[in-house]
């Protein structure tokens, strides 16, 4: 299996500051098909997961642009340029290039 | 828009049975994959199992092979999740989600087994 580890587990920021969280896998997640199967999510509480990264640098549609992803291989970051009080939760990063579907332990955002 | 709504949890016995369903709307379901991925309140997020849509390629996670069935109805826009042989570590909140990787994610349906 895929082991995708986060860092860090937790992250204190201040509005208007940048932020970025790490994700590591533990092979390559580029796929013959030239694209990269990594995938950024946040969850805020008492809701599901949202995406708002998907193959490694494609924000989903509604996602601020102040958010980012980068990387490759099996090295990746999920950037905020400006952290708002709406970007608390819980980061979660995951891969989709093998089955199981493996995710990340999450990064706590808090203000 | 894309729903997708997530029934059929509850309390049960560790050995016993359920099934989960999750219906979709705004898309054409019988194109999609769909997964469902289990999280422990307050713990981190496990993918269970996917299925695509003429149900031809289907897979597992390991701690659930053998003892969880994921099915489709396109019909009924309908996903299914049989789950038997329950253990207290099946426990948590099942969200169903749309698509090769999940993009939509259902609220989820709170499992749990417990004597």
Known sequence: DVVMTQTPLYLSVTPGQPASISCKSSQSLLNSDGNTYLFWYRQKPGQPPQLLIYELFNRFPGVPDRFSGSGSGTDFTLKISRVEPEDVGVYYCMQSIQPPLTFGGGTKVEI | ?115
Request: glycine content about 14%.
């Open chain 2, 1 to 115: 828009e894309v729903q997708l709504v997530e029934s059929g949890g509850g309390l049960v016995q560790p050995g016993g049975s359920l099934r989960l369903s999750c219906v979709g709307s705004g898309f054409t379901f019988s194109n999609d994959w769909m997964h469902w991925v289990r999280q422990v309140p307050g713990k981190g997020l496990l993918w269970v199992a996917r299925i695509n849509g003429d149900e031809t390629n289907i897979r597992y996670a390991d701690s659930v092979k053998g003892r969880f069935i994921i099915s489709r109805d396109n019909a009924k826009n309908t996903l299914f999740l049989q789950m038997n042989s329950l253990r207290a570590e099946d426990t948590g909140v099942y969200y169903c989600t749309r698509g090769g990787s999940p993009f939509y994610w259902g609220q989820g349906t709170l499992v749990t087994v417990s004597s």
